[in-house]
């Protein structure tokens, strides 16, 4: 029997009968300070100084965490360890060390002569406690850290003497996996490693050739041609008013349209001779004034 995994429920008998109509079976109801829970007491059960069981009785029954339970309510439990207690008697079973100190640190036995010592079986027990599965009857403890205690009765459990506590499975899941790191093998050729250079050349893509000289368009032929009258000469230069005001008109006068040569021309208008004076625009604050006057 593994000891590390059993747990405790402490209650009042309330009932017992057959299970499943077996009379080597017991199905035990009992009641906690919490709820109601009941236990099923196979011939394999082993009861403590085999004490009848009698509705009643408080007892202490020890059960396996680790094996499957019935999703029913309420609970359902097989019993691998039963024993009765007398009233305000606490149990507990744990793995004490050389110095009777419980493997979680809960608690600490001091032993006395009116201690009483014996194996699980009932016989009696010489040696050391140290190192061992005990089961612990005890009423008071200290409000220390550990607590201790003087326990009114002590039950070895010989079949795991020799055994030290070993982490549970719950335990070893929470832990994070460590990796090995794989060996290499000799025979095993390795990859090549690219050098590394301390100024790295990116490579070049290559670039389309960039035309130097941009195509000019072709050159249209001018249709419109500048006669010889609209040359400037000294005498048609005049103010910058006038030249300013007559510029629109003179540029139209001499843009020629192109005519097509099938089609016949119209007859040229003889131009006027043009004087060599041209007046000039008052200007408006002496308009009034000065009088125009054409000579």
Same mark, same amino acid.
């Given at each position: 029997? *593994? ?7 402490? =209650? ?7 299970? *499943? ?34 509705? =009643? ?11 499957? $339970? ?11 360890? $039963? ?15 050389e110095n009777?100190?419980?493997?979680d640190g ?23 406690? =140290? ?7 005890? $009423? ?26 070993? +982490? ?16 290499? *093998? ?47 000469? +000294? ?12 510029? &629109? ?12 040569? =099938?089609?016949?021309?119209?007859p040229q ?15 408006? $604050?002496?308009?009034?004034?000065? &009088?125009?006057?054409?000579?």
């Amino acid at each position: 029997m *593994n000891y590390e995994y059993l747990i405790s429920v402490t =209650g009042m008998i309330t009932s017992i009968s057959p299970f *499943n109509n077996d009379c080597c079976s017991q199905f035990v109801s009992i009641r906690t300070e919490e709820q109601e829970l009941h236990l099923i007491l196979s011939p394999e059960t082993m009861v403590v100084d085999s004490m009848r069981l009698l509705p =009643g009785m408080r007892i202490a029954a020890f059960y396996d965490s680790m094996a499957p $339970v019935p999703l029913i309510y309420p609970p359902q439990y097989r019993a691998l360890l $039963v024993t009765t207690l007398r009233a305000e008697e606490d149990i507990t079973l744990k793995y004490f060390d050389e110095n009777l100190t419980a493997s979680d640190g809960s608690l600490k036995l001091n032993i006395y002569p009116s201690t009483f010592i014996s194996t699980q079986n009932g016989q009696t027990y010489s040696c050391s406690l =140290g190192n061992h599965y005990l089961m612990v009857y005890y $009423v008071n403890t200290t409000r220390s850290i550990p607590a201790q205690t003087s326990p009114t009765r002590v039950i070895v459990m010989c079949q795991a003497s020799s055994q030290a506590p070993q +982490p549970s499975p719950m335990a070893d899941n929470t832990r994070v996996p460590q990796f090995t790191q794989t060996p290499v *093998n000799p025979q095993r050729p390795q990859a090549s490693l690219i050098p590394q250079t301390e100024n790295p050349q990116i490579p070049q893509f290559n670039q389309m050739p960039v035309a130097t000289q941009t195509p000019q368009p072709p050159v249209m032929p001018q249709t419109s041609q500048m006669t010889a009258d609209t040359q400037e000469t +000294p005498f048609r230069q005049a103010s910058d008013n006038t030249s300013l005001m007559n510029q &629109p008109a003179q540029m139209a006068d001499n843009i020629q349209t192109p005519m097509d040569p =099938g089609m016949p021309q119209p007859p040229q208008m003889p131009q006027q001779p043009q004087s060599f004076w041209q007046p000039q625009m008052p200007h408006p $604050v002496f308009q009034i004034y000065q &009088p125009f006057c054409r000579c």
